[in-house]
Every structure is written in structure tokens, then in C-alpha cells.
């Protein structure tokens, strides 16, 4: 296991801001990686230029590969790994599937495995661009990660509230007079009616949405977490006759407020506490305030347990409770996996169909 000794021909590297190590006298050489900075690859400085442009070269390929949304996670995961090396004395940069295997288990006391498997993916990918093996296979990595699995296997399961059409109007009234209602209504309910993910709604540009007066609204999503490569998909939502849960209504009212101009323009933006529209960007945390906010507001039983994601899982759960098939809830919903789309379903579907209804419940209002 490599340590920081005299001995060791790559001594420890403080981090920089990035979390990225930096270079020490006959260390190795330093490389700019894009994603996570300048890295230090255990290697001869003789063959330093070398490197150096095969590393530039793989950092924007990299860079074009990953959705903003991811790269911004592995930036973090990374950071996280390159400080806790430095505590402990390790290069972050040597493949070492043990120090990697040691580093889990240590990040599994406030991380699920979903999220260490992020982490695990963030250390893979800079050492690929760095040029160091790293093998994900390696009993010390791979079974570590299964022993971690099923040890918290055991921890209840955190998911957020769906949002479900008796709740939504609420949440929609509750939302201020101005711009400011105006956009969050909008968000709401083309969140809710696409099924959007928060890195989606909030990277939606004018140009993605469609009108169609005779039916709704069509929304483009250019690139989301199943589509890193950005072939792109499209959503439709019907116009509703309830004027309040018209996502066609809500978006006309904002975009006179947004007097948006150019395709490319953010199609939500800020909104000051005059009502002035910014036109600036919003971030993915902007849609996780504005559902909590609004469940506050509007009163919902334990307003804690809503989140961004309560838009998509309430579609979801909202059309399972009409009895929507699998396969059209994927479509709007761009899932790819059954398995996955099925979780979206909630306890509620357990209920539809239920042999158990004919067996116990039917049978104390007349049935033999």
C-alpha cells in the first residue's frame, strides 16, 4: 500500500481548490484533465509533452461526454477522494484498489451506494484521463462495494413525496402575484406534465418548447441523465380544461412576462423581488426550493418529504392511479429500464388489482 515515506518515489501532493493534487519536484507529470483540473500522473517527465497533449486531447472528449449535471458530481466526488487521500497520506493517482477499496467503506458512513458508485465512477474516470490503469473488478474494490450493498440493505429507503393531482392545484395557488407566480407556475406544471428531472427543467430553452393551440405543449429534452450523448427526446402535454392546470396557459402567461427573444435563451430564468426578469440561468436547487416552498405554502402534511423529484414521481404515480399502462408512463417519463420506472409507481399500485380485495374486502359487501 503506497505511503508517504522517504522511500516513495511519488510523495504526498496537497490539493488545490479543485481537489485536484499538484505537482511536486520529480513527482511525476502534470496534467490538465478538464474535468478535474491539473492532475499528477505517476510517470518519466521525459515523456512529459507527450502526455500533456494525449491528456488535452482525451479532457475535451471527455468534457463533451458528460452532461454538466454529472460533471459537477464528479468534480465533487473527486474533490472528496483527493482530501481524504491527503489526510490519510495517499497519491489519489496510483490505481490502488485497495486505498480505493479503503476509501469506500470510509464514504459509506454518510453516502448510499448509489452515491458511492458516482464516486467510484469520478475516480475511474480520472485515472482514465490521467492514463492510469484502474481496475473496477479487483476483489478489493468490487467486493467492498457488494459487502457495502447489503449491509444497507437494511436502511429504509428516503424517496420523495410524489406531488399528486389533488395536491398540485394547491401548490399552484399558493404561488405569489407578478413574474415570479407566473414563472413558478410554469415550472410546475411543465415539470409535473414532462416528468422533468431538475437538471431538465431548468436546462430547457425557448426554442425546446412548441405550442400547439389545438393541444398543448410539446417539450424537447436535449439531454438528460439516460441520454448522456444527446440524441434528445420529446414530451407531450395535453392542455387542460381547468384553466389553473393548463401547462399551455401557464407558459403563454410567462413568456409575455419573459418577453424571451432568441431560440437559445433560458426558457426559466430569475426573477428579482421587483418582478424584474433577469434572464439569467437557474440552477437545479432552484426547482428543489420552489417544491418544498410551495408544499410549505400551501400547507401539504410533512413538506419535508417533497423535493424536486416529487414533480416526476407524482406524473408517474398520478397515471398509475388511472390505470395508465407501464409502457405509456415510460414514455413520458424517458425511462429505460422497467425495473427502474416501476419504483416511480409507489405503494399505490399495490392496491390496483389486488387478489386480495376479491378474498377479504368484496366478500363483506355480499359476496358468498
Same mark, same amino acid.
Given at each position: ?35 478535474? $483540473?491539473?492532475? !499528477?500522473?505517476?510517470?518519466? &517527465?521525459?515523456? *512529459?509533452?507527450?502526455?500533456?497533449? =494525449? @491528456? %488535452?486531447?482525451? +479532457? ?70 490521467? $492514463?492510469?490503469? !484502474?481496475?473496477?473488478?479487483? &476483489?478489493?474494490? *468490487?467486493?467492498?462495494?457488494?459487502? =457495502? @450493498? %447489503?449491509?444497507? +440493505? ?81 414530451? *407531450? ?9 393548463? +401547462? ?92 427502474? +420506472? ?27
Amino acid at each position: 500500500m503506497p505511503q508517504d515515506t522517504p522511500d516513495d518515489p511519488i510523495p504526498r501532493l496537497p490539493p488545490d481548490g479543485t481537489g485536484a493534487a499538484w505537482p511536486a519536484p520529480d513527482a511525476g507529470v502534470a496534467v490538465e484533465t478538464g474535468i478535474f $483540473g491539473r492532475l !499528477v500522473v505517476p510517470a518519466d &517527465p521525459a515523456r *512529459a509533452a507527450e502526455i500533456q497533449d =494525449l @491528456a %488535452r486531447q482525451a +479532457a475535451v472528449w471527455a468534457t463533451r461526454a458528460r452532461g454538466e449535471g454529472t460533471l459537477r458530481a464528479y468534480r465533487s466526488a473527486w474533490t472528496a477522494y483527493t482530501a481524504w487521500c491527503d489526510r490519510l497520506g495517499f497519491a489519489p493517482l496510483t490505481g490502488d484498489a485497495e486505498i480505493i477499496g479503503m476509501y469506500l467503506v470510509k464514504a459509506a458512513e454518510r453516502l448510499t451506494v448509489p452515491t458511492l458508485r458516482v464516486h467510484l465512477a469520478a475516480i475511474a474516470t480520472a485515472h482514465r484521463l490521467a $492514463g492510469v490503469p !484502474v481496475d473496477l473488478k479487483h &476483489p478489493r474494490i *468490487a467486493l467492498v462495494l457488494d459487502g =457495502l @450493498a %447489503r449491509g444497507q +440493505a437494511d436502511r429504509p429507503i428516503r424517496q420523495a413525496a410524489p406531488i399528486l393531482l389533488d395536491s398540485l392545484p394547491r401548490l399552484l395557488a399558493a404561488q405569489p402575484d407578478g413574474p415570479l407566480g407566473l414563472r413558478n407556475r410554469a415550472m410546475l406544471l411543465i415539470g409535473y406534465g414532462a416528468a422533468l428531472r431538475r437538471s431538465e427543467l431548468v436546462a430547457l430553452r425557448v426554442a425546446d418548447v412548441t405550442r400547439h393551440p389545438d393541444r398543448g405543449v410539446e417539450v424537447t429534452v436535449r439531454r438528460s441523465k439516460t441520454d448522456q450523448r444527446g440524441r434528445g427526446d420529446a414530451v *407531450a402535454i395535453w392542455a387542460a380544461a381547468d384553466p389553473d392546470l393548463c +401547462a399551455l396557459r401557464a407558459l403563454d402567461a410567462w413568456l409575455t412576462a419573459r418577453r424571451a427573444l432568441r431560440p437559445e435563451d433560458p426558457l426559466f430564468c430569475g426573477v428579482l423581488k421587483n418582478g424584474a426578469v433577469t434572464g439569467k440561468p437557474l440552477s437545479d436547487k432552484a426547482v428543489a426550493r420552489l417544491v418544498k416552498e410551495s408544499a410549505v405554502r400551501a400547507g401539504l402534511p410533512e413538506p419535508a418529504r417533497f423535493s424536486g423529484h416529487s414533480l416526476r414521481a407524482g406524473l408517474a404515480t398520478a397515471a398509475a392511479e388511472e390505470e395508465a399502462q407501464l409502457h405509456d408512463i415510460m414514455r413520458q417519463t424517458r425511462h429505460k429500464s422497467t425495473e427502474v +420506472a416501476r419504483r416511480y409507481l409507489r405503494s399505490r399500485d399495490r392496491w390496483r388489482n389486488n387478489v386480495t380485495e376479491k378474498l377479504f374486502r368484496l366478500r363483506g359487501d355480499g359476496g358468498s
